[in-house]
């Protein structure tokens, strides 16, 4: 199993629409974790952070946690075309204190 | 500096030959990430530092590659006897110790082998 594992998509939602990306992780005991976004060509930008269960939201975005389940999801309300990237799952490895990152979910939001 | 900076931006080098590539991370963090990205894939583990030590190297691919950290700040990635397959987009991210801490990533290395 992969240390942090993500749908490749590609996503696709129109404007407007709410997108939803998923993410499972196998570390039972990490407690950090964060949703990357990354435009072709650039490097990964911070957007969420997460480390406690339920949901956290900062403006269109919202992550969800859930421990027990080792899931984690991103969801990004009224989807605009310039969301349109690839979202990186990153997820601390407790015992190394390293960072491992999913393959990414490519989303295009299409006007 | 204001953030993490990479140096050089691009590199291309002839097979078989000896490549550095640097990182300067954000003042005063500790942690330092290497990671190597190729298209459509996402950010691959290479070596971790916390200080001066790595803390993991285990995603080293080979004893070609090695990475130091001297003063616990810039870091450089060294790759011996380079191989086309080590083309790649390097990526060096930083951030502080201790719980719940966000990485922050420099704009990366793109190094192709020829």
């Known amino acids: 199993q992969k240390e942090v594992e993500q749908n490749s998509g590609p996503l696709s939602v129109p404007e407007g629409a709410i997108a939803s990306l998923n993410c499972t992780y196998s570390d039972r005991v990490s407690q950090s974790f964060f949703w990357y976004r990354q435009y072709s060509g650039k490097s990964p930008e911070l957007i969420m952070s997460i480390y406690s269960n339920g949901d956290k939201e900062d403006g269109r975005f919202t992550a ?10 991103l969801l990004i309300r009224d989807s605009q075309p310039s969301d349109s990237a690839t979202y990186l799952c990153a997820v601390n490895m407790e015992e190394a204190g390293d960072m491992r990152f999913g393959a990414g979910t490519r989303l295009t939001v299409k006007p | 500096g204001a953030g993490v900076s990479q140096t050089p931006s691009n590199k291309v080098t002839e097979k078989g030959k000896y490549v550095e590539l640097r990182c300067d991370p954000i003042s005063g963090h500790t942690a330092l990430y290497w990671y190597r990205q190729s298209l459509g894939q996402g950010p691959e583990f290479l070596i971790y530092f916390q200080g001066t030590g790595a803390a993991d190297d285990s995603g080293l691919p080979n004893d070609r590659f090695f ?5 616990g700040s810039v870091s450089t990635l060294k790759i011996q006897r380079t191989e086309r397959g080590d083309s790649a987009v390097y990526l060096c991210a930083s951030s502080l110790m201790g719980e719940n801490t966000e990485a922050f990533f420099g704009q990366g290395t793109r190094l192709t082998v020829v």
């Open chain 1, 64 to 73: 969800q946690l859930n421990k027990a389940s080792q899931y984690v999801s």
């Open chain 2, 67 to 71: 990475a130091v950290r001297p003063e």
